[in-house]
């Protein structure tokens, strides 16, 4: 069984995967659309304000999920939420830097046992080193006993 | 009621419901747009290959949903984080509903907390999650 601390201290706040955007704007369009987006910002590339929706970089996956030599636990991992912090409007025709690293780890005991909680951050920069948005992943891992 | 400023807004207030278009010809737009076109999330059959009982709805798109709600009820929020947690799998082509109700007013600084579900014809809770909205 790994021990929790150790992995934060090893791994927490620490870059693995960096990956570069493009923002097309037909598909923030139909991004928008598909959600039921109807607020001219987001589905109409003539409005003065035109700009990805808030979700929008929720989508951007990292090129890893997790650092090269974290551990396995045994069981499968579940998309268990998303969260998003907008900073700065996405325009379209921009390319966005993402850099991702572990942002939380923690676990929770259930009646089946140990789940793991992995709390990937996504940070994206603009060409000019802005930083837009953060995109956090949750990942749960029920795991197996070793027994 | 459209909804522009803080003063607008009640501790409380439902918003308006609605009734995101779980299709999975919208889905596959969707995920078209997103670039995340993996067959449990277009084909009912490939889906059930997986062992799903059909194609699931992305979470993102759930998010999606919810961000869009907000913007339905006040089209110039703007949304300063948003937290969802995938509770149980929202299914492609089953109606869901959307629920809002806001949970904190903040007026000095134009700050709303709005919690969001999303659930099923059953009333089962899909989705849930928790929006910080700005009114300027």
């Given at each position: 069984?790994?021990?929790?601390?150790?992995?934060?201290?090893?791994?927490?706040?620490?870059?693995?995967?960096?990956?570069?955007?493009?923002?097309?704007?037909?598909?923030?369009?139909?991004?928008?659309?598909?959600?039921?987006?109807?607020?001219?910002?987001?589905?109409?590339?003539?409005?003065?304000?035109?700009?990805?929706?808030?979700?929008f970089?929720?989508?951007?996956?990292?090129?890893?999920?997790?650092?090269?030599?974290?551990?396995?636990?045994?069981?499968?991992?579940?998309?268990?939420?998303?969260?998003?912090?907008?900073?700065l409007?996405?325009?379209p025709?921009?390319?966005?830097?993402?850099?991702?690293?572990?942002?939380?780890?923690?676990?929770?005991?259930?009646?089946?046992?140990?789940?793991?909680?992995?709390?990937?951050?996504?940070?994206?920069?603009?060409?000019?080193?802005k930083?837009?948005?953060?995109?956090?992943?949750?990942?749960?891992?029920?795991?197996?006993?070793?027994? | 009621?459209?909804?522009?400023?803080?003063?607008?807004?009640?501790?409380?207030?439902?918003l308006?419901?609605?009734?995101?278009?779980?299709?999975?010809?919208?889905?596959?737009?969707?995920?078209?747009?997103?670039?995340?076109g993996?067959?449990?999330?277009?084909?009912?059959?490939?889906?059930?290959?997986?062992?799903?009982?059909?194609?699931?709805?992305?979470?993102?798109?759930?998010?999606?949903?919810?961000?869009?709600?907000i913007?339905?009820?006040?089209?110039?929020?703007?949304?300063?984080?948003?937290?969802?947690?995938?509770?149980?799998?929202?299914?492609?082509?089953?109606?869901?509903?959307?629920?809002?109700?806001?949970?904190?007013?903040?007026?000095?600084?134009?700050?709303?907390?709005?919690?969001?579900?999303?659930?099923?014809?059953?009333?089962?809770?899909r989705?849930?999650?928790?929006?910080?909205?700005n009114?300027?």
């Amino acid at each position: 069984m790994e021990d929790v601390e150790t992995l934060r201290e090893k791994y927490l706040n620490l870059d693995y995967d960096e990956k570069t955007f493009e923002v097309d704007q037909d598909k923030i369009i139909a991004y928008a659309k598909a959600c039921g987006e109807i607020a001219p910002r987001f589905t109409d590339p003539t409005h003065a304000d035109f700009q990805a929706p808030p979700t929008f970089p929720s989508s951007l996956m990292a090129g890893r999920h997790l650092p090269e030599d974290f551990p396995r636990f045994g069981g499968i991992g579940m998309d268990a939420g998303k969260a998003v912090e907008p900073m700065l409007p996405i325009r379209p025709g921009v390319q966005l830097k993402g850099r991702t690293h572990l942002h939380d780890i923690y676990t929770k005991t259930g009646r089946s046992g140990r789940m793991i909680f992995l709390v990937s951050r996504m940070e994206l920069y603009d060409p000019e080193g802005k930083h837009v948005a953060n995109a956090d992943t949750s990942t749960v891992i029920r795991e197996r006993s070793s027994e | 009621m459209t909804v522009s400023t803080i003063q607008d807004v009640e501790f409380g207030e439902e918003l308006p419901a609605f009734k995101p278009d779980t299709s999975l010809e919208n889905v596959r737009i969707f995920v078209a747009a997103a670039g995340w076109g993996a067959a449990r999330f277009t084909d009912h059959e490939a889906a059930r290959k997986e062992g799903l009982p059909g194609a699931l709805v992305p979470g993102i798109m759930s998010q999606g949903f919810l961000a869009a709600m907000i913007h339905q009820w006040a089209s110039d929020a703007r949304i300063v984080k948003i937290d969802t947690v995938f509770r149980a799998p929202v299914m492609v082509d089953q109606p869901h509903y959307i629920t809002g109700i806001v949970t904190d007013i903040n007026a000095e600084d134009s700050y709303v907390e709005i919690d969001l579900t999303v659930s099923n014809e059953a009333g089962e809770t899909r989705v849930f999650g928790t929006a910080t909205v700005n009114l300027a």
